[in-house]
């Protein structure tokens, strides 16, 4: 049987290959599409998601989320603008373009916003709800405050996020550094979500020879993921080499692999997981080691299966060749 999933998103490269994912593989019934700012703002990520959306023939309810973290920009200082982009042989490659380089959606946002969508269909479903997010929090965070009894209404939570031995924006990783107090408040809730950090996505990564056999599946789907791969294996080659050459990263796309495979994630451990707010710490995940400490609050993957998660990838994206 099919699980049901929201997937909540801050749709740049990597999200949208993680959608694609999502959307083709046999184990998921995606049920909605949440998104917030975080990659790229608010408007394109709900519009790229359109766009990918549109693209596959897939009409799922997409839902705009928050606009800004929490609190974050209420501080001058920790309102800071990071653009991960190179410039090689005199042309800008970023990592996430503002808009994807699709046709204009065939679809259009529903019309309420994706808190209340959350607060409708945890509250109304007969079955539980999964839901996977591959952007900063904003959303859930929210949710679980102004409804703290709807955390017993999700079946599971997976998490694009953190990292305790590898970071990309000072200590900390880009999603909870996006929106530290966000992560804080879900690790607070009373779930106990599985944590797919930096230390699993980098053992994740796709090399160009590979990236060649997804584009020889001869589909849209794969050829578009190609493209997308390509340009972050640019940046990763020119900016931030991976321990093998010519690779790329596909973060938020082991966040949904590993939900459809949780033999994906190596050396996953229970741990209490904190946040920190300010300075280089901003989005820092330390794990509490105390003998008296708290009650662990996630499921914490140290490391990946790289050839599980490739196999997986490509088989699941050869499943497209009817989307041309």
Same mark, same amino acid.
């Given at each position: 049987?099919?699980?049901?999933?929201?997937?909540?998103?801050?749709?740049?490269?990597?999200?949208?290959?993680?959608?694609?994912?999502?959307?083709?593989?046999?184990?998921?019934?995606?049920?909605?599409?949440?998104?917030?700012?975080?990659?790229?703002?608010?408007?394109?990520?709900?519009?790229?998601?359109?766009?990918? +959306?549109?693209?596959?023939?897939?009409?799922?309810?997409?839902?705009?989320? +928050?606009?800004?973290?929490?609190?974050?920009?209420?501080?001058?200082?920790?309102?800071?603008?990071?653009?991960?982009?190179?410039?090689?042989?005199?042309?800008?490659?970023?990592?996430?373009?503002?808009?994807?380089?699709?046709?204009? /959606?065939?679809?259009?946002?529903?019309?309420?916003? %994706?808190?209340?969508?959350?607060?409708?269909?945890?509250?109304?479903?007969?079955? /539980?709800?999964?839901?996977?997010?591959?952007?900063? +929090?904003?959303?859930?965070?929210?949710?679980?405050?102004?409804?703290?009894?709807?955390?017993?209404?999700?079946?599971?939570?997976?998490?694009?996020?953190?990292?305790?031995?590898?970071?990309?924006?000072?200590?900390?990783?880009?999603?909870?550094?996006?929106? /530290?107090?966000? %992560?804080?408040?879900?690790?607070?809730?009373?779930?106990?979500?599985?944590?797919?950090?930096?230390?699993?996505?980098?053992?994740?990564?796709?090399? $160009?020879?590979? $990236?060649?056999?997804?584009?020889?599946?001869?589909?849209?789907?794969?050829?578009?993921?190609?493209? +997308?791969?390509?340009?972050?294996?640019?940046?990763?080659?020119?900016?931030? /080499?991976?321990?093998?050459?010519?690779?790329?990263?596909?973060?938020?796309?082991?966040?949904?692999?590993?939900?459809?495979?949780?033999?994906?994630?190596?050396?996953?451990?229970?741990?209490?997981?904190?946040?920190?707010?300010?300075?280089?710490?901003?989005?820092?995940?330390?794990?509490?080691?105390?003998?008296?400490?708290?009650?662990?609050?996630?499921?914490?993957?140290?490391?990946?299966?790289?050839?599980?998660?490739?196999?997986?990838?490509?088989?699941?994206?050869?499943?497209?060749?009817?989307?041309?």
């Amino acid at each position: 049987m099919k699980k049901k999933v929201i997937l909540d998103v801050d749709t740049g490269s990597d999200d949208a290959i993680a959608i694609m994912l999502a959307l083709l593989s046999p184990g998921i019934d995606v049920q909605a599409i949440c998104t917030c700012s975080g990659n790229v703002d608010i408007s394109h990520t709900t519009d790229n998601t359109l766009r990918i +959306l549109s693209r596959m023939g897939r009409n799922i309810p997409v839902y705009r989320g +928050l606009p800004a973290p929490l609190v974050k920009k209420l501080y001058k200082e920790r309102n800071v603008i990071k653009k991960l982009e190179v410039v090689i042989e005199g042309k800008t490659v970023k990592m996430h373009d503002d808009q994807l380089n699709l046709p204009e /959606p065939g679809f259009k946002e529903e019309d309420i916003p %994706a808190i209340f969508y959350y607060k409708e269909v945890l509250s109304n479903s007969k079955v /539980p709800i999964n839901i996977i997010t591959t952007g900063p +929090l904003s959303n859930l965070a929210t949710v679980f405050s102004l409804w703290p009894e709807l955390v017993n209404r999700i079946g599971s939570l997976t998490i694009m996020g953190g990292g305790h031995g590898l970071y990309n924006n000072n200590y900390g990783e880009g999603n909870f550094w996006h929106d /530290p107090e966000a %992560a804080q408040v879900v690790l607070n809730s009373g779930i106990v979500p599985t944590i797919v950090p930096l230390d699993a996505t980098h053992q994740s990564i796709i090399t $160009i020879d590979e $990236i060649d056999m997804l584009r020889n599946q001869n589909n849209f789907c794969s050829e578009f993921a190609a493209g +997308l791969l390509e340009q972050r294996m640019k940046l990763h080659t020119a900016n931030q /080499p991976l321990h093998l050459p010519d690779s790329a990263t596909l973060h938020d796309v082991v966040a949904v692999a590993a939900f459809l495979d949780p033999k994906v994630l190596v050396g996953v451990k229970d741990v209490r997981c904190i946040i920190g707010f300010t300075g280089s710490a901003e989005g820092h995940c330390s794990f509490d080691r105390r003998e008296s400490k708290g009650k662990n609050n996630c499921r914490f993957a140290m490391s990946a299966d790289r050839e599980r998660f490739v196999r997986l990838f490509l088989e699941t994206f050869a499943l497209a060749k009817d989307i041309q």
